[in-house]
């Protein structure tokens, strides 16, 4: 076999075949495709750790910090002097204040103390694991042991920055209602998509699964149509037939946010890694293009709770279904494939300045983009995908040229059809820029469209083609280099023809009308 950078294999023969399926709208069968597959325990074993060491480089920024000890210390002196106690009484015409059943001064100079600290101290932790209110709440509840333990506030400031370093540690399981995907496979009833997401088809069979046996006497718990909470003892509840179970690090206060995030970037590697096969095994329930895609944790209205009225008569919304994404035992089979673990575990646990780091950074913008009803606002989220995977890190250069090359080497190895996919983007980003610079909402559902058919084949194309494992800045290189006419991927002799991407250049895969 040959190898790709970082030794990870690129498939052979087997693999080019496996790779020739059709990109979605108009970008059908114009694409040669060779997928780089990469060893799934190899690659498990070099990403696995990463959120370890994430939080091992946050902690390490903590606890080295001298000036952030020195500012630590210097607010719990200040906070416990001003504390009221038996000792002491508060000084004559202050204000007062209560925090953690202890009475404070509320003098200015211990409020901006405070306010300073959470927010240094919200900076260390960084925007998963540092949330202001749980850290104001920390700080006043360390103080108060500190005055129960009559510590000095050198030693509050040790324990307080103790704590900030077990927050790093916190680990959730987020457990939600699943209303986009159903299993409909007789043989599996729980699918992993990745190390950190999973689908469970609830069943009583199930629920210690689902709950990892933490099911107490006080607790009984059913699968019921919706998440229903009964305040009976023992406590009973309720759950949907399919939910999400999401693996989660993050503040408590950030877990529900994070959790819809993983989930997001999990739908949309789902829906472009297994484009043909989801189509085929949700047969009219698939999301087509120009549809709104349900939010995947929130149960969807059967019927339309609005009316409108012309001179002549008043118009009453129909009940309709929502669309969703049907597992069968074909599309279960390539979610649990080696070359989609590998892939999903790229994804979620990335090597630092890695191109999957990117790559799953876009994934569940265009998820958001896709359930976005306003098409201003999904055409916003179609170019934030983009611009995710392909800006450069190089400041000085060009953004709109540079990306609208780059997604031209993607879609393209003619050079007829480089510059109309250009072009196409170019145009396009006049729309975004509109939104963006001028606050305009004049965006049509042609553009819309063909915005997202043009991104969504640009990540199916790299999903397949490139190791996601290798450096942002060796796919950027290459992409480069492509421009000067080479082919992309370099061992890709895949040819597009001109004229299918001239279609798509023009916005004939796009339209306001629904798409078959």
């Known amino acids: 076999m040959k190898k790709a950078p970082n030794d990870i294999p690129v498939g052979g023969d087997a693999d080019r075949h496996r790779c020739n399926r059709a990109l979605p709208g108009s970008v059908a069968g114009i694409c040669g495709l060779k997928l780089a597959v990469g060893d799934a325990d190899e690659m498990s074993k070099k ?8 939080a091992e480089t946050i902690v390490n920024g903590i606890t080295s910090d001298a000036n952030f000890k020195a500012q630590c210390t210097q607010f719990f002196a200040l906070a416990m002097n001003r504390a009221y106690t038996a000792e002491r009484r508060p000084r004559q015409g202050a204000g007062l204040f209560i925090m953690n059943s202890v009475i404070y001064d509320a003098d200015d100079e211990l409020l901006n103390a ?3 600290l959470v927010i240094a101290s919200v900076s260390k932790l960084g925007p998963k694991f540092g949330n202001a209110d749980e850290l104001n709440t920390l700080i006043w509840s360390q103080n108060k042991q500190g005055l129960m333990t009559d510590a000095a506030p050198a030693d509050v400031a040790k324990d307080y920055i103790e704590a900030l370093t077990e927050l790093t540690r916190r ?3 987020y457990v939600c209602g699943n209303y986009l995907f159903v299993i409909v496979s007789r043989s599996t009833r729980r699918v992993k998509i990745g190390p950190l997401v999973e689908i469970v088809a609830n069943g009583d069979t199930y629920l210690a699964d689902v709950f990892d046996e933490k099911i107490g006497p006080g607790l009984d718990i059913t699968v019921g149509g919706d998440y229903v909470r009964h305040g009976k ?3 009973e509840l ?3 037939p399919t939910c999400w179970k999401v693996s989660v690090d993050a503040a408590q206060a950030h877990l529900k946010e994070e959790a819809e995030w993983l989930i997001d970037v999990a739908v949309s590697l789902m829906r472009l890694s297994q484009f043909d096969a989801l189509q085929t095994a949700s047969h009219g329930f698939f999301l087509r293009l120009g549809k709104v895609e349900p939010m995947p944790c929130v149960r969807q209205d059967l019927e339309s709770r609005h009316l409108f009225m012309t001179e002549e008569d008043i118009f009453a919304g129909a009940m ?6 049907h597992l069968d035992d074909t599309v279960i089979a390539g979610l649990h494939s080696p070359e989609f673990v590998a892939t999903a575990e790229a994804v979620f646990r990335p090597p630092p300045g890695s191109l999957a780091e990117r790559l799953g950074h876009g994934l569940g913008w265009l998820t958001r983009g896709r359930q976005s009803e306003d098409r201003a606002q999904r055409i916003l989220f179609c170019f934030t995908a983009l611009e995710a995977l392909l800006t450069s890190d190089d400041k000085t250069a060009p953004v709109v040229q540079n990306i609208a090359r780059s997604a031209a080497v993607i879609l393209s190895n003619d050079v007829a059809g480089r510059a109309e996919v250009a072009k196409n983007i170019r145009d396009l980003y006049a729309f975004r820029s509109g939104v963006v610079h001028g606050g305009k909402r004049g965006v049509t559902g042609v553009s819309v469209n063909t915005a997202q058919m043009l991104i969504e084949s640009i990540y199916i194309r790299v999903l397949r083609c490139v190791p996601l494992t290798q450096t942002f800045q060796k796919f950027q290189d290459d992409l480069g280099r492509a421009t000067y006419g080479l082919p992309w991927p370099a061992n ?3 040819k597009i023809p001109g004229a299918e991407v001239a279609a798509l250049a023009t916005g004939a895969g796009g339209s306001d009308q629904e798409q078959p």
């Not at 309709?320 to 994404?325: A, D, L, Q, R, V």
């Open 114 to 116: 405070a306010k300073t």
């Open 171 to 173: 680990e959730y399981t």
């Open 492 to 494: 890709d002799e895949a």
């Open 320 to 325: 309709t279904m929502p669309p969703s994404y």
């Open 238 to 240: 309720s759950i949907p």
């Open 47 to 54: 990403s696995k750790n990463k959120a370890a060491v994430t």
């Open 233 to 235: 003892s023992p406590k």
